[in-house]
T-cell receptor
Framework: KAGVTQTPRYLIKTRGQQVTLSCSPI?????VSWYQQTPGQGLQFLFE???????NKGNFPGRFSGRQFSNSRSEMNVSTLELGDSALYLC?????????????FGQGTRLTVV | GDSVTQMEGPVTLSEEAFLTINCTYT??????LFWYVQYPGEGLQLLLK?????DKGSNKGFEATYRKETTSFHLEKGSVQVSDSAVYFC??????????????FGKGTLLTVNP
């Protein structure tokens, strides 16, 4: 069974640009969550999608957005990039929504904003 | 809101030493508790979990017991190996009317095991 696939693995963007990251969950998983990982803030929750609907959102500005497609694949978009957006962005998928459900993580996309 | 506090390290041990990484949490209800591990250049992998008080999660020689009275979920291993070198994250997930599903993570603890 293929794991969670995130593309691209690495990105370098310039301040002010926008970027789109992609996440393909494990087959059969309908819940996809996104996290931002930085050395200073650690792992912070961005948002969760289930059945193409955003179900939960973390404390990030509106420049961060996402969507989920009918095949459960998800994308997140960051507009008007800032230097502080440089981070590892991790996607996690799970079969269902529930507090004890195991989340499976992808390898992440390393975004560098210059 | 929910929060997780874990010893930040870094922790450096010799092979076969005993490992403890402390983790305490704050939650309003009855969360599920997790330990995730991140090897260099990789995403996070679930190491173990516990879903109710007094549950013990275990995997690959690692153990952690859900202690509601002390709101703790300390990670232990009796004899670490070089291959255990990684960053370890304590996390919780708390149900909230079925509409709030997210993992809240601690800052992570870097473990280095020397031969």
């Amino acid at each position: 069974k293929a794991g969670v696939t995130q593309t691209p693995r690495y990105l370098i963007k310039t301040r002010g640009q926008q970027v789109t990251l992609s996440c393909s969950p494990i087959s059969g998983h309908r819940s996809v969550s996104w996290y931002q990982q930085t050395p200073g803030q650690g792992l912070q929750f961005l948002f969760e999608y289930f059945s193409e609907t955003q179900r939960n959102k973390g404390n990030f500005p509106g420049r961060f957005s996402g969507r989920q497609f009918s095949n459960s694949r998800s994308e997140m978009n960051v507009s008007t990039l800032e230097l502080g957006d440089s981070a590892l962005y991790l996607c996690a998928s799970s079969q269902r929504r529930g507090s004890n459900t195991e989340a499976f993580f992808g390898q992440g996309t390393r975004l560098t904003v210059v | 809101g929910d929060s997780v506090t874990q010893m930040e390290g870094p922790v450096t041990l010799s092979e076969e030493a005993f490992l403890t990484i402390n983790c305490t949490y704050t939650a309003t209800g009855y969360p599920s508790l997790f330990w995730y591990v991140q090897y260099p250049g990789e995403g996070l992998q679930l190491l173990l979990k516990a879903t109710k008080a007094d549950d013990k999660g275990s995997n690959k020689g690692f153990e952690a017991t859900y202690r509601k009275e002390t709101t703790s979920f300390h990670l232990e291993k009796g004899s670490v190996q070089v291959s255990d070198s990684a960053v370890y994250f304590c996390a919780l997930s708390e149900p909230s009317g079925g509409s709030n599903y997210k993992l809240t993570f601690g800052k992570g603890t870097l473990l280095t095991v020397n031969p």
